[in-house]
């Protein structure tokens, strides 16, 4: 069964335009849309398709850390992993039930991801080769996340926005947990250090490609920000997050693997070298490291546990109340 | 490169090209579970609150899984759940002429009432 869906004028009616004016002037006054009113179908159609791989991302992003869920050095930190990764199944299912407020259905959003017909996010196709690449996600990745997704509480759809506070509260713990981890492991042995330094070499790079492609290869930004479903560009949102990270590498006491790092002492930011964007299209075209392994484990959970829903279902049906 | 990617999902760049569908299919899967709509009360003393929905065989499943979903961290003492199919909303859009009469109806508010400056508590 799928969210209520409301009647709306066909489209090219009478009052369409009369609808437009009426959205674009909640638009313009920075209030919220909400999932019973008109809404054009290029804005339903952006934002079923940004909140589902929005979604799949958190879904998908449990895997690289799952995997070392039994390889945790102590129970305190088996305690943490688990609560992180039971957190990113949490927002993948805050972000289905925004999606199905537009009218989409979760089962249908599934099949899509699980036949490739839907993507998520490239980040998540590389492996987890270290247990320092634990730290090193919740400290890059999910910082990277949080700088895309603080201002998507501002979002200019009301269950969208809702779904990304609730996210954003609970990111900041994913953050600081993988940072901790990390000084802990720094403060070890030479080995974890090198392990450390090693994790950072390989996750940098992707982790700023994670805000996407520069702005002057961006074409839906502009339409976006007019919805006020996006409220900065790529370059922007990527600029913010190196300026905060660096010194958070330094107190770390670890080197970005960027020689042209700099900061420019006439804006106070950091300038960073050019990024290999064949490498961020090949891994999203499905020739990442990962790739087929991500989607056939994400199978195998619907596919191996299809008995419990059925089961589930049989019960409720018979101990339905007529 | 080409342009069709994006990151506005928040958690890194995807793509948006043509190939990617964004509609729902017509044919939608029928294995979902029923959609319920979760209300969960803060704290003692305030009303539930909407916070989402979620998909359960059942209504006492519906209420194991709002609080794994919606109350890990003591975001409440209280859960509601009711088939989102079973809600009667007021109508498709919120500014219809059904809230139209409470605008004419100003003498419902106190400041409608002009009361001296000297009359005390009031």
């Not at chain 1, 200019?156 to 901790?180: D, L, N, T």
């Not at chain 2, 890194?12 to 729902?24: D, I, R, S």
Request: aromatic fraction near 8%; charged fraction near 25%; charge should be negative.
């Amino acid at each position: 069964m799928s969210a209520p869906t409301l009647d709306r004028p066909a489209a090219g009616s009478p009052d369409e335009a009369a609808l437009q004016r009426q959205f674009e002037a909640t638009i313009a006054a920075d209030h919220r849309i909400e999932p019973r009113d008109w809404m054009p179908e290029g804005y339903r159609r952006t934002l079923v398709r940004q909140i589902a791989q929005h979604a799949h991302s958190e879904i998908i992003g449990m895997q690289p850390e799952g995997d070392w869920l039994l390889a945790a050095p102590s129970l305190r930190r088996k305690a943490v992993l688990l609560a992180k990764v039971q957190d990113e199944a949490g927002h993948g299912m805050y972000l289905y039930s925004a999606a199905e407020t537009l009218g989409a259905d979760r089962a249908d959003l599934t099949d899509k991801l699980i036949e490739r017909r839907q993507k998520y996010s490239s980040i998540f196709n590389y492996p987890t080769l270290t247990y320092a690449d634990v730290g090193v996600i919740g400290w890059l990745v999910d910082g990277a996340a949080i700088c895309n997704q603080v201002p998507l509480c501002r979002s200019s759809y009301g269950p969208y926005a809702r779904a990304m506070i609730r996210v954003c509260k609970e990111e900041s713990f994913h953050q600081r947990q993988g940072y901790e981890l990390l000084m802990t492991m720094m403060r070890g042995t030479p080995e974890q250090r090198a392990m450390v330094q090693d994790a950072v070499d390989r996750w940098w790079w992707p982790s700023l490609m994670m805000f996407g492609p520069p702005d002057d290869d961006s074409p839906n930004t502009a339409q976006s920000m007019a919805w006020g479903i996006k409220r900065h560009t790529n370059d922007e949102l990527r600029q913010r997050f190196v300026d905060m990270t660096v010194p958070q590498a330094q107190v770390l006491g670890v080197t970005l693997p960027d020689p042209d790092l700099a900061l420019d002492e006439s804006t106070g930011r950091w300038r960073f070298g050019a990024i290999d964007w064949s490498e961020l299209q090949r891994v999203i075209s499905g020739d990442g490291p990962c790739n087929d392994e991500r989607i056939a484990r994400r199978r195998a959970a619907r596919d191996d546990n299809a008995w419990v829903t059925e089961a589930a279902t049989a019960y409720a049906e018979k101990h339905r109340v007529h | 490169m080409s342009t069709d990617l994006t990151a506005e999902g928040g958690h890194g760049a995807v793509p948006t090209g043509p190939e990617v569908p964004t509609a729902p299919s017509p044919s939608v899967s029928r294995r979902d579970w029923p959609l319920y709509e979760v209300f969960v009360r803060g704290k003692r003393g305030l009303n539930h609150v909407h916070v989402g929905s979620l998909h359960a065989p059942d209504d006492e499943m519906a209420v194991h899984a709002a609080r794994d979903l919606y109350t890990r961290r003591n975001e409440g003492v209280s859960i509601w759940v009711v088939k989102a199919a079973d809600i009667t909303a007021s109508s498709p859009d919120e500014k219809d002429p059904m809230f139209a009469p409470s605008g004419d109806k100003v003498y419902r508010h106190p400041t409608f009432y002009e009361i001296p400056e000297n009359v005390p508590h009031m």
